[in-house]
């Protein structure tokens, strides 16, 4: 009896240790969307390792906007927002990673990076026009839902401006949740993004029709299957004055 007794004991220390360390372990692990107030560390990320290429003037090529639409110095790229339209990549890519920094210098200004972007999309597009296909990683002021909401008298619930991703016209994505209200659009699991004229951080990663967005050092955004899993890299100009600089790319298996 003794020895049941002192067996049990032992277990329950055992058991009660096993607890405390789950219980800290637990602790230490932040949620991708921090309680109100809670403290939120983000990722860093080390682009200067093997495979990783800065792109810039040479890279890309006008498809669709104004010769003066875009304008380098050196690594940043300055457009006026018109036309709309967009300037692609000279080189298709299927899976990568690539990073950016952005910013708005207008209030509510609109702009995106549009991945695999099909060549079928980008033929004879006309100025003023978006390729009608590809997969939007929307770059986004934080001042557009209030423009919205007053030019609409609507609420801005379709949309956040803190890092949507979804696909465009004829391309194919399945959102990760959270989603927007039809479902088309994967948004963001926490707001990150900063107002302008402050700069804002994308990572993106693209493997296999897997697509996943970090803004600021937060995973936020993403969908799987998308089609066509491969094209261009585009950046957007739509209607507002915005910034593009050190957008660098490593391509992957």
């Known amino acids: 009896m003794k020895r049941t007794s002192h067996l049990i004991a ?15 372990q637990e602790a230490k692990r932040e949620p991708m969307v921090p309680e109100q107030g809670a403290k939120f560390t983000p990722v860093q990320f ?11 003037k040479d890279d890309f090529q006008r498809a669709n906007c104004d010769e003066a639409t875009w304008t380098w110095d050196g690594p940043l790229v300055h457009c006026t927002g018109k036309p709309v339209g967009v300037l692609r990549s000279k080189k298709k890519y299927r899976n990568l990673e690539f990073v950016g920094w ?28 978006l390729p009608d296909a590809g997969i939007e990683v929307q770059v986004l002021d934080t001042g557009y839902t209030e423009q919205y909401e007053k030019s609409s008298g609507k609420k801005a ?18 959102p990760f949740p959270p989603l927007s209200p039809d479902g088309s659009r994967s948004f963001p699991k926490g707001n990150f993004s900063k107002p302008s004229p402050e700069w804002n951080f994308y990572y993106v990663r693209a493997i296999n029709g897997e697509v996943r967005l970090w803004v600021n050092g937060h995973e936020v955004s993403g969908g799987a299957q998308a089609n066509p899993a491969e094209g261009y890299l ?20």
């Open 102 to 129: 952005w910013r708005h210098l207008s209030f509510a200004g609109n702009s995106g990076f549009f991945l695999w972007t099909p060549d079928n999309a980008l033929e004879n597009l006309p100025p003023g026009r």
């Open 157 to 174: 619930t379709w949309f956040t401006t803190h890092g949507d991703i979804f696909p465009v016209g004829r391309s194919k994505l399945k």
């Open 234 to 253: 585009c950046l957007e100009s739509e209607g507002a004055p915005v910034e593009f600089r050190n957008i660098r790319v490593r391509e992957l298996p």
């Open 10 to 24: 032992i277990f329950a220390i055992q058991l009660s240790v096993s607890l405390a360390s789950t219980q800290a």
């Open 46 to 56: 080390d682009t200067t390792g093997d495979g990783w290429v800065e792109l810039g």
